[in-house]
Every structure is written in C-alpha cells, then in structure tokens.
C-alpha cells in the first residue's frame, strides 16, 4: 500500500509540474485539519439542532431578517472566533503552490480565510466571509474591524447611517452566489489544465459543478476526500487523505 501511494504522489507531482494553469477547489474539509468542525460529516455542524433549530434555518437570509440575534448568538463560538484556528498543512502548500507558479487560483468554499493567512493572494471566496458587512437598508459597507466587537460584546450590529441591520458578507440560504465571481470560475476553468478538489462532498451547487466545466474542456482533475463524492468518475487520481497527500507535497515543495 505505500509503494502505491508513493507511486500516485509522483504521478500528482508529474501532473502538478507539468501543467501550464492549475486552480484548487476547497471545500470544509481542509479546515477540519485546522479543528474547525465541517457541515455535512457525521458530526458536523448540520448534524445537531441548536436551541431547537435547525442550522441550516438559523443561516437562512429569511431567518436571519427576523431574528438576526440568533445568528449572531449561534455565529460567536465559531465565525467570531476564527482567529484562535491557523492554517494547516494544505493551506500552506497552496500558498506555496501559487508563490512557485505551479497555482494559478484558490476558489474555496469556506469562510474562515485560512487560505489569505496562509499566504495565498488569489483566492475567490464563493461564500463569502465575515471580513466584511453591508446594511440591508442602505448597503453601506463595513469592514470586520467596525462590526466584530459589537458582536462579540452580545449585541446586534446596526448601521450608524440609517440604522439598519447590518450582515456580514457571508452567503445564507436563501442567496444567490456572486455573479461575476462564478462567471470568472467558469471562463478560467474552461482553460484549466488541472483541477485540484480539496475536501469537498462536491454536493452544494454551483460551486460543485466545477469540476465538471474542468473535465469537460479537457482538464485533469485530482479529488482527495474523506468520503466518496458523486464525481469521483471524474478523477485522474483519487486519495481520501488530505493530511497524508499535503504532508508528501510539502515535502516535494516545501513550506510557503
């Protein structure tokens, strides 16, 4: 078994230094190894009610207008604590990755900005982050500095403007993703040579059909998972070890 794994390594360093335009795909699983608790495992975050609520409904947009310190309260141990987390081994192969040209975009689906503070500069976040907030009313913008001690002291953030509710950038049920940023994935993997899908169930869309735009113009595309995934038939490689597979990278590239 480790001869195999030390063989498909090489192959996913040959296909890594071959290719002119890789982009990596991140989902919650990569956080995991930071200790942030993901969404849809066995005992994610989706797993349990909270208070007699659902999570899913305590991150809707509909919910959120009508009972925003809810949000707020459920979101302080987790979105307002982030900074307690740091980047783990496959955020900084990433940064690495892109600092030796070899990665040409980060478009991850967690909100924790694990992949900034690891050193990547291109990243897309497809689901926004709480680094910044917009009113409701007026949608004057806010950075996390102005709003995050207004949260963290129990209170419900309101726009010194109009006095409207204030939301952090983080895309709730219930919202479209960003337009613009989803039309950039879809134009830069149409020409790349290399997708690398990083801890994702690939079941939340658009985002999950990403790897299918890839494979279908042509680009080789690597899972590694914990789970299977609906698109595993897409793989050229397939590893369910994300910690195993980035130590073994850094190894070959070392640290960011």
């Not at 335009?21 to 975050?45: E, K, Q, Y």
């Not at 999570?55 to 979105?79: G, M, N, Q, T």
């Not at 940023?181 to 830069?188: G, H, K, P, V």
Request: net charge negative.
């Amino acid at each position: 078994m480790k001869e195999d794994f030390t063989t498909r390594i090489a192959e996913l360093e040959k296909l890594i230094d071959r290719s002119h335009h890789t982009v990596i795909f991140t989902g919650a699983g990569i956080s995991t190894l930071s200790g942030i608790p993901d969404f849809r495992s066995p005992n994610g975050v989706y797993s349990e009610k909270w208070h007699g609520l659902d999570v899913e409904e305590v991150l809707s947009i509909d919910f959120f207008r009508l009972h925003p310190e809810i949000f707020y309260e459920w979101a302080k141990p987790f979105v307002y604590s982030l900074e307690k987390y740091q980047p783990n081994v496959v955020h900084r192969v990433a940064a690495r990755l892109e600092a030796l040209g070899l990665c040409h975009g980060v478009y991850t689906q967690n909100i924790d900005q694990l992949h900034q503070r690891a050193g990547s500069r291109r990243v897309f976040e497809l689901h926004g982050s709480a680094a910044s907030y917009h009113c409701l009313n007026c949608r004057r913008k806010f950075k996390d500095t102005a709003v995050d001690p207004i949260v963290k002291r129990g209170d419900v953030p309101k726009c010194p403007n109009c006095g409207g509710l204030l939301k952090p950038d983080i895309v709730f049920y219930g919202e479209s993703l960003d337009a613009e940023m989803l039309e950039t994935a879809d134009m830069e993997l149409r020409r790349t040579e290399l997708l690398l899908v990083l801890g994702s169930s690939l079941t939340v869309y658009p985002a999950a059909a990403m790897p299918e735009i890839a494979a279908r113009s042509g680009g080789k595309v690597v899972i590694v998972n914990a789970q299977p995934t609906g698109l595993d038939r897409l793989a050229t490689l397939r590893f369910d070890d994300l910690e195993l597979v980035f130590n073994a990278l850094e190894t070959r590239y070392g640290k960011n």
